[in-house]
């Protein structure tokens, strides 16, 4: 089945700085690949996603590659906002019926 | 785009009873539904997969007849929480796929946060 692994939070860091979290994926063939966003207290939103390798998904200034050379889904942003603090999850997708395991979640607080 | 309600957003219950949430696709058919369990500052527990008539698919360690799951329309899924006690307290999550094809996203409810006394 698929999994996936996530840079271990939390992250702090100021407002304008860059971001990186990482995220690593062992799936079967060539999964789609999800980023999803939970601000405090709601369910999670889906943030931005690539289909296929070397597509780049993008949303709210937010960026990720899919990279199947490394199996790798890191999600970039060159200007964080205090709005941005929240938990960000990344998962691999599936056969239309299959489950989707999501990683342990990185949250990410922005200081002012 | 696709839209999933959830309700409640809140309950609170007496140790002993049960409690029912709704998961509802509100603009698209979900064949196939999603719970998910959230402990406080921890990733989301996938309970188990809910299929549109037919009997829900339970994780390893995930108890059927306390937690009851029906699909009874293409748009329908609900939770029971059966006899709850405090330690059931948690946020609980529900989503469903907005289409057919394995590239699509799962689109989430808001989550039900339940406190059980």
């Known amino acids: 089945g698929n999994s996936v692994t996530q840079m271990e939070g939390p992250v702090t860091l100021s407002e304008e700085a860059f971001l990186t979290i990482n995220c690593t994926y062992t799936?079967?063939?060539?999964?789609?690949l999800f980023w999803y966003v939970q601000y405090p207290g709601e369910g999670l939103q889906l943030l931005l996603k690539a289909t296929k390798a070397d597509d780049k998904g993008s949303n709210k200034g937010f960026e990720a590659t899919y990279r199947k050379e490394t199996t790798s889904f890191h999600l970039e942003k060159g200007s964080v906002q205090v709005s941005d603090s929240a938990v960000y999850f990344c998962a691999p997708g599936g056969s239309s019926a299959s489950k989707i395991i999501f990683g342990s979640g990185t949250r990410l607080s922005i200081r002012p | 785009g696709a839209v999933v309600s959830q309700h409640p957003s809140w309950v609170i219950c007496k140790s002993g009873t049960s409690v029912k949430i709704e998961c509802r696709s509100l603009d698209f058919q979900a064949t196939t539904m999603f719970w998910y369990r959230q402990f406080p500052k921890q990733s989301l527990m996938l309970m188990a997969t809910?299929?549109?008539?037919?009997?829900?698919?339970?994780e390893q360690g995930v108890e059927k007849d306390k937690f009851l799951i029906n699909h009874a329309s293409l748009t329908l899924s609900t939770l029971t929480v059966t006899s709850a006690h405090p330690e059931d307290s948690s946020f609980y999550i529900c989503?469903?796929?907005?289409?057919?094809?394995?590239?699509?996203?799962?689109?989430f409810g808001n989550g039900t946060r339940l406190t059980v006394t």
């Open positions: 989503s469903a796929r907005g289409g057919r094809a394995h590239n699509s996203p799962l689109h």
């Open positions: 809910s299929n549109e008539g037919s009997k829900a698919t339970y």
């Open positions: 799936a079967t063939g060539y999964p789609s």
